[in-house]
């Protein structure tokens, strides 16, 4: 098993899909800068597109969501977000071209299948999309044969279902019940639909949950066929999200147990055939994802790893956030706030933070390292992490080798840990993060 450091895993860390994190935004950017940002993305783009409803609410979820029960509420919301990607899509310069779509929430199949054919075909209106890569998050448990017809509609070639977990009471515990044959149906739906990179998450570190339910729910992936399985620390954070309070916090599992269930799913998908990527994601090898991991490709943006190599990802939707070279930047989280802005016509950007040349070069030593586990890391960088750094050094996680920092294999479930050495927000800022594992 890895060498297990409490002191180590201690301090709560981001998962860095962005350098700075959301915890750095603020609402002081310049008047412009959104716009401004889009209007020079000449390049490749990439959009992701939020809807924050879900047709249940589960427990444990941190995600930006509401429950779908108004049909006005989400047609009301639908209106703004039609409205907004004919805004953005207006700053595009004539040179960029739209290449990958990403919907995610929530759960995009909250909407009617109806009301998402027509989101697609406004974005397909306003948007120059040349052949694009699409990807849907989906929930299983509103998954219909309906759906699998609009999925195959739009082309879609990547899903990631929410599974968690198989076992019904550990189901039971997180409020999120679906049965095995629900499962089985997704599945079957998906990719009679054309799906050929199909995702589970899975969760570990839940309420009474054993490791015997844990290699349940992997094994049952890997007989599904999923070629890509995200396997997550379930973060209790009561404080942050009060939903979580429904959850027994008595029967979550100790640190060292969670540390080992990430062993025993790391070390059970790697001896099935998959490719770590991180140590908390895995994909089979013909996957894009393993395959830009073996090609040196892989990258982190606020999907996590993906291939996705565009300078730019428009977030459109509530709470959505964009990313750009010079510029982060986040649109208004409620979804209130953010109808009303666009039926004044204003963009609904309320957060963010421009990226200056210091932060550019610490989020791809933070990037190198999460995707690729070294990078070079010059001598003045190095030294103003160094007091940070220096126990991973010290216990043997990790190592430099002729200028480039190393994470050894037994130091993985300490990479996001490594990587915070090198941020310098993190020795003020008083957000708290979920575990590093």
Not at 18 to 32: H, I, Q, V
Not at 171 to 199: H, K
Not at 376 to 396: H, K, M
């Amino acid at each position: 098993m890895w060498p297990y450091h409490a002191d180590l895993l201690a301090t709560p860390v981001p998962r860095y899909t962005s350098y700075p994190t959301a915890a750095e935004f603020t609402p002081d950017l310049e008047p412009g800068a959104f716009a401004d940002a889009v209007a020079t993305a000449t390049d490749d783009v990439s959009l992701y597109i939020h809807i924050p409803f879900c047709e249940k609410i589960c427990w444990y979820c941190g995600c930006n969501t509401g429950a779908a029960n108004r049909a006005q509420r989400l047609a009301s919301y639908l209106e703004a977000l039609h409205r907004e990607i004919a805004r953005v899509a207006a700053l595009l310069p004539a040179s960029a071209r739209v290449r990958r779509i990403a919907f995610g929430g929530g759960s995009p199949n909250a909407l009617t299948p109806t009301d998402f054919l027509r989101l697609y075909q406004q974005l397909l209106t306003h948007f120059p999309i040349e052949d694009p890569l699409v990807s849907i998050e989906l929930d299983p448990r509103t998954l219909t044969e309906e759906w699998g017809a609009v999925i195959a509609g739009i082309g879609a070639s990547h899903a990631s279902m929410g599974v968690q977990t198989f076992a019904p009471q550990l189901q039971q515990a997180i409020g999120r019940v679906q049965p095995l044959a629900m499962i089985e149906a997704g599945v079957r739906i998906l990719r009679d639909a054309g799906i050929t990179s199909m995702n589970f998450d899975l969760m570990y570190g839940l309420p009474g949950q054993t490791l015997d339910d844990l290699t349940q729910a992997l094994d049952l992936s890997c007989r599904f066929g999923a070629e890509r399985i995200a396997l997550f620390g379930y973060a209790h954070v009561p404080h942050l999200i009060p939903r979580q309070r429904r959850i027994d916090a008595t029967a979550l599992p100790g640190a060292e147990e969670r540390f080992r269930m990430a062993w025993h799913g790391f070390s059970q998908l790697q001896g099935a055939g998959y490719q770590p990527v991180g140590f908390d994601h895995f994909a089979l090898p013909g996957d894009p994802l393993a395959q830009a991991l073996q090609s040196g490709r892989l990258r982190r943006n606020f999907q996590g790893f993906t291939d996705d190599r565009a300078p730019a990802l428009i977030g459109l939707g509530a709470s959505a956030i964009s990313s750009f070279p010079g510029l982060l930047a986040q649109n208004e989280k409620n979804p209130g706030r953010y109808r009303m802005m666009l039926s004044q016509d204003q963009l609904p950007v309320a957060l963010g933070i421009v990226r200056g040349i210091e932060d550019r070069r610490r989020g791809a030593i933070i990037e190198e390292l999460l995707c690729r586990n070294r990078a070079r890391v010059d001598r003045a960088v190095l030294e103003s992490a160094w007091d940070r750094l220096a126990p991973y050094v010290e216990t043997g996680l990790c190592e430099m080798d002729n200028g480039a920092l190393v994470i050894l294999p037994h130091g993985l479930p300490y990479a996001r840990s490594i990587a915070a050495a090198f941020d310098p927000y993190r020795s003020h800022s008083p957000r708290r993060f979920s575990s590093a594992v």
